[in-house]
């Protein structure tokens, strides 16, 4: 039942394998349009904005290299491919939300406690970025922990 599953994925026509891939070219567009207006149009380098970036630069690669590996592999393989890096990319995008939150959170209400123990802006901002990759990491060890268990990827 399976093969036959994969063998009907292979054997689909051109045009619906380009509708597999053309939003994934207009995303990149989207994505490199909203990376360049961000970084020429403010300060990269604030905590909060600085995981705002990131999440656009990890989405951007999500979709780089789900265009680029579309010609090398079998349909049936990039679909699996995507959504690995698709997942990958909605679980960091949530990390992203959460921190930007706690940052905001900790401007408005803890500002004096904040500057006083982390002066310098470029230190938070990589605090940040690093619980960024921290959480990021613990929120999607429990799905992947059970994908290796279950033997689906």
């Not at 656009?56 to 393989?77: D, E, K, M, P, Y």
Request: one cysteine or more.
């Amino acid at each position: 039942m399976a093969q036959n599953g994969s063998a009907a994925l292979e054997s689909v026509g051109i045009g619906l394998k380009m509708c597999i891939i053309i939003p994934e070219l207009i995303n990149m567009a989207f994505l490199l349009l909203g990376i360049y207006g961000m970084y020429r149009g403010i300060e990269v380098q604030h905590p909060l904005y600085a995981v705002l970036f990131s999440n656009l630069i990890v989405a951007l690669l999500s979709s780089i290299i789900n265009t680029t590996v579309f010609g090398f592999i079998s349909l049936h393989q990039y679909i699996r491919v995507s959504n690995i890096t698709n997942g990958f990319s909605v679980y960091f995008h949530g990390t992203c939300w959460l921190l930007s939150s706690l940052i905001r959170y900790v401007y408005i209400m803890h500002n004096d406690w904040l500057f006083s123990k982390f002066p310098d802006v470029k230190k938070q901002c990589w605090i940040a970025l690093g619980f960024e990759i921290a959480l990021g990491i613990m929120f999607m060890m429990p799905t992947l922990g059970t994908f290796i268990y279950l033997g689906n990827y």
